[in-house]
Structures are given as structure tokens and as C-alpha cells.
């Protein structure tokens, strides 16, 4: 059974600095892995999505990391601004499955 | 159109009172999925649609529940006899195929009073 885990949970830094969000999942056998956020209270928007195939993909000063054989992804936010403060969910396709499974998700905080 | 759309954004109603969830996917795309998200909570699975197939009603958490996807496009979620614990955001997303993310919209905040 496919699980996902966030680490962390939560994460305050000053504005400026560059950060790593982290996401692992236990079956390596992912059709593709997604990257949403969510600001409080608001639905989700999504970020940047990966295809097994791939090993990174780029928006911005966004850039998320893929490897399957360890069942890791990292999102990169570059010169963090307090806009970026929100909740950051990771989900994965598994195979063929239709369904997402999903990160708790790490709150972040960008402090001015 | 240009993205997911949920109707109504608020819905305020008393208990025992039934209520209709509206999603209008992005034109074009087969999939549809209903999630809700409890205060403070994760996402939970309830309805999935896939073409003509025949919905995955699995998450629905009990009979009260039932969603319609009417000619391969808009949804409804439909909540009988609502209870206080029905109170979340209600999360409706598209996905053109398979190879393709999700698309959220913004959401229904139900709210039973």
C-alpha cells in the first residue's frame, strides 16, 4: 500500500533564503508525482508536475526533484518571498491507479 | 472554460436540510474527482468519475451522499439530511488523461449549522 510522508510537518524561515520541502513514498511503481499548494482557507493549485520518466521539473523559482528508486521528491523554493507562505502538498499517481495519495503536506512560513 | 468551477463558494444550511454542490471540469477533460478537506485535515477521497464508466463511489462516507456526472461534464454532490460532521470543503478536480495532473477548483465551504 502506497504511503506518502512530508517532512516537515512545518517550517518558518526569514524571507530571502532558499528552502527544501520533502516528500518520500513507499511504492516506487508512480505513473507521476505532483506538487500542490494550498493557502488557507482556498483550494489547491498546482505547482509542478513530474512523470516517472522525468527528473526534475522547473517554474520559476520553483524546482522539483524526482527519484523513484529511493521514493523521494524535494521541492526547491529559491529566494523565498512571504507570498510563498502556504501549504505544500505532494501527491502520487501509483501505475495505472487513478487515485492520488497524498502528503499531509508542510506548512510554511516566510517570515519578512 | 479556463479552469474548475464549484458553486456555491459558501453554503451555510441547517441540519437535516439536504443540499447540491455544483462542478463544472475543464471543458475537454474525462476525469472528475470529488475530495473533501475537514478543518485542518487532509484530503479525503469520496467520488471519482471516468468517462462513460461506471463511477468509483468508494470514499462516499455513507448513503446521504450521492454525485451524478451529467453527460460526461458538470457534477453535482448531493448531501441528504445534513449533519454538523458534513462540514468541510467540499474539493472538486479534472484531469485530462491519465498522464496529466489534477486540476482543483476553489472549493465549496459547507457549513451545518
Known amino acids: 500500500k502506497q504511503e506518502v510522508t512530508q517532512i516537515p510537518a512545518a517550517l518558518s524561515v526569514p524571507e530571502g533564503e532558499n528552502l527544501v520541502l520533502n516528500c518520500s513514498f513507499t511504492d516506487s511503481a508512480i505513473y507521476n508525482l505532483q506538487w500542490f499548494r494550498q493557502d488557507p482557507g482556498k483550494g489547491l493549485t498546482s505547482l509542478l508536475l513530474?512523470?516517472?520518466s522525468q527528473r526534475e521539473q522547473t517554474s520559476g523559482r520553483l524546482n522539483a526533484s524526482l527519484d523513484k528508486s529511493s521514493g523521494r521528491s524535494t521541492l526547491y523554493i529559491a529566494a523565498s518571498q512571504p507570498g510563498d507562505s502556504a501549504t505544500y502538498l505532494c501527491?502520487?499517481?501509483?501505475?495505472?491507479?487513478?487515485?492520488?495519495?497524498w502528503g499531509a503536506g508542510t506548512k510554511l512560513i516566510i517570515k519578512p | 472554460g479556463a479552469g474548475v468551477s464549484q458553486s456555491p463558494s459558501n453554503k451555510v444550511t441547517e441540519k437535516g436540510k439536504d443540499v447540491e454542490l455544483r462542478c463544472d471540469p475543464i471543458s475537454g477533460h474525462t476525469a472528475l474527482y470529488w475530495y473533501r478537506q475537514s478543518l485542518g485535515q487532509g484530503l479525503e477521497f469520496l467520488i471519482y468519475f471516468q468517462g462513460n464508466s461506471a463511477p468509483d463511489k468508494s470514499g462516499l462516507p455513507s448513503d446521504r451522499f450521492s454525485a451524478e456526472r451529467t453527460g460526461g461534464s458538470v457534477s453535482t454532490l448531493t448531501i441528504q439530511r445534513t449533519q454538523q460532521e458534513d462540514s468541510a470543503v467540499y474539493l472538486c478536480?479534472?484531469?485530462?488523461?491519465?498522464?496529466?495532473?489534477?486540476?482543483f477548483g476553489s472549493g465549496t465551504r459547507l457549513t451545518v449549522v
Open positions: 513530474i512523470q516517472s
Open positions: 478536480a479534472s484531469v485530462r488523461e491519465l498522464a496529466y495532473g489534477y486540476t
Open positions: 501527491a502520487v499517481r501509483g501505475g495505472s491507479n487513478y487515485q492520488l495519495i
